[in-house]
């Protein structure tokens, strides 16, 4: 009985070469597998070249029917954390037969977008100045929370400009996930001997330089104290201790005692960062616009997307039972994101249309500004402020003479990911190494009277040389030298070069035949018969068809 051998195979495509994601957000990336062999199979479907935390395969195994063609999908979810790097991360899809262990790859591509996100904390919060000691250390640290590198400015102010501040250096810049301690020096510019003890909210902030809706910011208060005597002092110190004593036989009204919103403006979409410390209390409330966010821990934070445009009013409100505080009010403005313009390909040509094959060329394009990404098809990803780019010839997998057209594409994509493409295409041509630099005839045209002519012939880098006559062929020994002919007709002359690789290179010369001149005819002699000698009443022809000489 004949033995039932199975055919098998199979093949993997993907939907998209390439696939972009917002960190925090999910991609679909399709595929789909196609069954070329005559019985159903099992595949393992499998993600190289990716974090695994980024990945998820809902179906790791599927059965395909045969010669049936099954689509599936995997989906991509970078988080959005600083370690989801702004960039193009490629990749491949393995699938895997079970039955066979055949494997099947195909290669897409994960365009990760960036985004922003910076924070700033300032120790310690609370400082004193006086007469004695007009200045304060503080340690300021810069955070950048984002995907992409930051260049940031330091600020810091006080409402009544009680006091100077200093930065150990006012600009920083930051990869993704960094973040930087620097010193900042407050002075008391109006601190006298005798005066109220002040108090001067400080907002301590940092803006991106390239962007400026990228901002953070953070309070921290200075006491300015006044100098006074040891009897007023004392005084002070009892009047204190009573009223400490007095504060502590009763229940302490809750209330906020630190608190940060961030950034103050913010364009739709982007995060606002509630930050909190209560005292006394059980709880804290947080109104934001409209919406309120009840039962919120003692201390902790609390990040809102922003959804529209237009002042938001939030306010913190520390709860303890039903003694609620008095509420914390601050206005962020939300502004709608800015128009990012279309990218446009200004230019794209290549220096020459067809080209030797192992030649490069040089391929020149011009994007507009709002061009932030550019990809040259089958080169890769190049510089969308650059100009031009060499590019190496394909590689010579030509069986003999013939032309390998290639056309590239270039993508330009803005900050958005909206795209546009354009197409050239070039031939590489691949030649003989076999150069005729002579082949002609002596004399071009030949008299009928006298049919010898004379074909010479110079050839460099052939391996073999024929001269062909009509249908007649002759193999040529020497690369340089002639060969007379005797002709009758016109005949055309072709020489064939080959070189060692089977590649030819043909010239073909035609030798004319001038036309006979016109006879003489006699004005007084007329009707057939003729008084001429040896005239038969007729033109005289030459004799055609020619021998080699």
């Given at each position: 009985?004949?033995?039932?051998?199975?055919?098998?195979?199979?093949?993997?495509?993907?939907?998209?070469?390439?696939?972009?994601?917002?960190?925090?957000?999910?991609?679909?990336?399709?595929?789909?597998?196609?069954?070329?062999?005559?019985?159903?199979?099992?595949?393992?479907?499998?993600?190289?070249?990716?974090?695994?935390?980024?990945?998820?395969?809902?179906?790791?195994?599927?059965?395909?029917?045969?010669?049936?063609?099954?689509?599936?999908?995997?989906?991509?979810?970078?988080?959005?954390?600083?370690?989801?790097?702004?960039?193009?991360?490629?990749?491949?899809?393995?699938?895997?037969?079970?039955?066979?262990?055949?494997?099947?790859?195909?290669?897409?591509?994960?365009?990760?977008?960036?985004?922003?996100?910076?924070?700033?904390?300032?120790?310690?919060?609370?400082?004193?100045?006086?007469?004695?000691?007009?200045?304060?250390?503080?340690?300021?640290?810069?955070?950048?929370?984002?995907?992409?590198?930051?260049?940031?400015?330091?600020?810091?102010?006080?409402?009544?400009?009680?006091?100077?501040?200093?930065?150990?250096?006012?600009?920083?810049?930051?990869?993704?996930?960094?973040?930087?301690?620097?010193?900042?020096?407050?002075?008391?510019?109006?601190?006298?001997?005798?005066?109220?003890?002040?108090?001067?909210?400080?907002?301590?902030?940092?803006?991106?330089?390239?962007?400026?809706?990228?901002?953070?910011?953070?309070?921290?208060?200075?006491?300015?104290?006044?100098?006074?005597?040891?009897?007023?002092?004392?005084?002070?110190?009892?009047?204190?201790?009573?009223?400490?004593?007095?504060?502590?036989?009763?229940?302490?009204?809750?209330?906020?005692?630190?608190?940060?919103?961030?950034?103050?403006?913010?364009?739709?979409?982007?995060?606002?960062?509630?930050?909190?410390?209560?005292?006394?209390?059980?709880?804290?409330?947080?109104?934001?616009?409209?919406?309120?966010?009840?039962?919120?821990?003692?201390?902790?934070?609390?990040?809102?997307?922003?959804?529209?445009?237009?002042?938001?009013?939030?306010?913190?409100?520390?709860?303890?039972?039903?003694?609620?505080?008095?509420?914390?009010?601050?206005?962020?403005?939300?502004?709608?994101?800015?128009?990012?313009?279309?990218?446009?390909?200004?230019?794209?040509?290549?220096?020459?249309?067809?080209?030797?094959?192992?030649?490069?060329?040089?391929?020149?394009?011009?994007?507009?500004?709002?061009?932030?990404?550019?990809?040259?098809?089958?080169?890769?990803?190049?510089?969308?402020?650059?100009?031009?780019?060499?590019?190496?010839?394909?590689?010579?997998?030509?069986?003999?003479?013939?032309?390998?057209?290639?056309?590239?594409?270039?993508?330009?994509?803005?900050?958005?990911?909206?795209?546009?493409?354009?197409?050239?295409?070039?031939?590489?041509?691949?030649?003989?190494?076999?150069?005729?630099?002579?082949?002609?005839?002596?004399?071009?045209?030949?008299?009928p009277e006298a049919p010898q002519v004379t074909i010479r012939w110079r050839v460099a880098g052939a391996a073999r040389l024929e001269l062909i006559q009509g249908d007649q062929r002759e193999s040529l020994t020497?690369?340089?030298?002639?060969?007379?002919?005797?002709?009758?007709?016109?005949?055309?002359?072709?020489?064939?070069?080959?070189?060692?690789?089977?590649?030819?290179?043909?010239?073909?010369?035609?030798?004319?035949?001038?036309?006979?001149?016109?006879?003489?005819?006699?004005?007084?002699?007329?009707?057939?018969?003729?008084?001429?000698?040896?005239?038969?009443?007729?033109?005289?022809?030459?004799?055609?068809?020619?021998?080699?000489?």
């Amino acid at each position: 009985m004949p033995v039932y051998n199975p055919v098998m195979g199979f093949s993997v495509r993907l939907a998209n070469d390439e696939s972009t994601v917002e960190p925090g957000s999910s991609a679909p990336v399709a595929f789909e597998i196609t069954n070329d062999g005559d019985q159903e199979e099992e595949f393992e479907v499998s993600v190289e070249g990716l974090d695994p935390e980024w990945t998820a395969i809902p179906v790791p195994t599927l059965w395909v029917p045969a010669g049936e063609t099954r689509v599936d999908r995997i989906f991509i979810k970078p988080p959005r954390e600083a370690e989801s790097r702004a960039g193009v991360y490629p990749f491949v899809i393995k699938v895997r037969s079970m039955d066979s262990g055949e494997a099947r790859s195909a290669q897409s591509s994960l365009a990760v977008n960036p985004f922003s996100h910076v924070s700033i904390e300032a120790t310690p919060k609370r400082a004193e100045l006086t007469a004695l000691n007009r200045s304060a250390q503080f340690e300021v640290t810069v955070m950048n929370l984002g995907n992409t590198e930051e260049n940031l400015q330091l600020y810091a102010s006080d409402v009544d400009d009680l006091i100077a501040f200093e930065f150990a250096q006012n600009t920083v810049t930051l990869a993704p996930g960094q973040s930087k301690v620097v010193s900042m020096t407050a002075t008391g510019t109006k601190v006298k001997a005798l005066q109220g003890l002040q108090v001067a909210p400080v907002t301590v902030s940092t803006r991106s330089t390239d962007r400026p809706a990228v901002a953070a910011n953070c309070q921290l208060h200075v006491e300015i104290r006044p100098v006074v005597s040891p009897g007023p002092m004392i005084a002070a110190f009892v009047v204190l201790a009573l009223l400490v004593g007095w504060i502590l036989s009763i229940p302490k009204p809750p209330s906020i005692a630190n608190y940060s919103v961030q950034p103050r403006q913010a364009t739709v979409g982007d995060q606002i960062e509630i930050g909190w410390e209560a005292k006394n209390a059980s709880s804290v409330t947080v109104e934001f616009g409209e919406t309120l966010y009840e039962m919120q821990p003692v201390k902790g934070t609390l990040p809102i997307a922003a959804d529209k445009a237009g002042k938001i009013d939030i306010k913190i409100i520390a709860v303890s039972g039903d003694v609620r505080s008095n509420p914390i009010s601050i206005s962020v403005e939300v502004k709608e994101p800015p128009t990012v313009p279309e990218p446009e390909i200004l230019a794209f040509s290549a220096g020459r249309s067809e080209v030797p094959l192992g030649s490069s060329i040089v391929i020149d394009y011009r994007l507009n500004d709002a061009a932030t990404y550019a990809y040259l098809e089958p080169i890769g990803a190049i510089d969308p402020k650059a100009q031009s780019i060499q590019v190496p010839s394909p590689p010579d997998d030509l069986p003999g003479k013939g032309v390998k057209s290639i056309t590239y594409t270039l993508i330009a994509r803005n900050a958005q990911g909206h795209e546009v493409s354009k197409k050239i295409s070039v031939k590489f041509i691949k030649d003989s190494k076999a150069v005729i630099s002579q082949f002609e005839a002596n004399p071009p045209e030949i008299d009928p009277e006298a049919p010898q002519v004379t074909i010479r012939w110079r050839v460099a880098g052939a391996a073999r040389l024929e001269l062909i006559q009509g249908d007649q062929r002759e193999s040529l020994t020497e690369l340089e030298g002639q060969r007379e002919f005797s002709l009758g007709e016109e005949t055309t002359f072709t020489l064939v070069a080959t070189d060692d690789q089977g590649l030819e290179n043909r010239k073909t010369i035609t030798v004319k035949l001038k036309k006979p001149a016109e006879p003489t005819v006699d004005p007084g002699t007329t009707g057939t018969g003729g008084d001429i000698p040896g005239d038969t009443g007729g033109v005289k022809r030459p004799v055609t068809g020619g021998n080699r000489v």
